[in-house]
């Protein structure tokens, strides 16, 4: 059987990660459209019953149920009510996001706030000032005209994107996306994140009672050991 010591301290290593999460989450709750982290222990009960060798299998997947909309007055903001990402470019790379701040970039292209380019579906959109409209659909009017309509897209695994920061997501295993036909665009809205302050509370203090369960499992065994060494020794 695996050792005892080894199981209780990836049980306490596996909390800590936990711990960093939930913290993760919490300090990122008024953030918009972030998307809370959840922590997944693979395989631990399995490896432990069988007596194979312990090791830490923690990985980090996002939660991508949609968060509440905030209706905040800026034409500059949207949200999409409904499945699916954003397109956005800079240099070289393609990034997804949900967080819909916008801005006009200095070279005229719709923009985010972080500077990478809006993409519509004929690529980035040229605009000539600020005065604009984004339909429900999507479609980017200004002056009368349609110019584009926003690039907004699926994935079957959208846990397999990758977190590259400020709301943008990377596709690192090149899965193809799919056009999101059920989602629609709500101008000057934002969503916000889908942390629940109150769950995640719950959480840490769940995560707290249990830390200190398995430390003192870990003390009382430790105990257990000195008394059975001690005892042999007087033989």
Not at 42 to 64: M, R, T
Not at 173 to 193: C, D, H, N, R, W
């Amino acid at each position: 059987m695996a050792d005892v010591i080894s199981a209780i301290q990836l049980t306490l290593n596996a909390d800590l990660e936990r711990l960093r999460t939930i913290s993760q989450n919490l300090s990122n709750q008024g953030a918009p459209a972030y998307k809370r982290d959840q922590m997944i222990v693979e395989k631990f009960q399995a490896a432990y019953l069988s007596g194979a060798k312990l090791e830490p299998e923690f990985s980090l997947q996002k939660d991508f149920t949609q968060g509440a909309f905030k209706l905040t007055g800026n034409a500059m903001d949207i949200a999409l009510d409904g499945e699916g990402f954003l397109m956005a470019s800079s240099s070289d790379k393609t990034f997804f996001t949900r967080k819909g701040q916008m801005r006009l970039n200095p070279d005229g292209y719709l923009g985010l706030v972080t500077g990478e380019r809006l993409l519509g579906r004929s690529g980035p959109i040229a605009l000539n000032d600020a005065d604009f409209v984004v339909q429900p659909d999507g479609s980017v009017v200004q002056d009368g005209v349609v110019l584009d309509k926003l690039a907004v897209v699926t994935f079957q695994h959208p846990e397999q994107l990758s977190y590259a920061g400020a709301g943008l997501f990377e596709n690192p295993t090149k899965q193809a996306p799919t056009e999101a036909t059920g989602a629609q665009v709500m101008q000057s809205y934002l969503e916000m994140s889908n942390v629940n302050t109150m769950e995640e509370i719950v959480r840490l203090v769940e995560l707290t009672r249990h830390y200190q369960l398995s430390h003192n499992v870990l003390k009382a065994y430790d105990g257990s050991i000195d008394s059975a060494i001690s005892t042999l020794g007087k033989f």
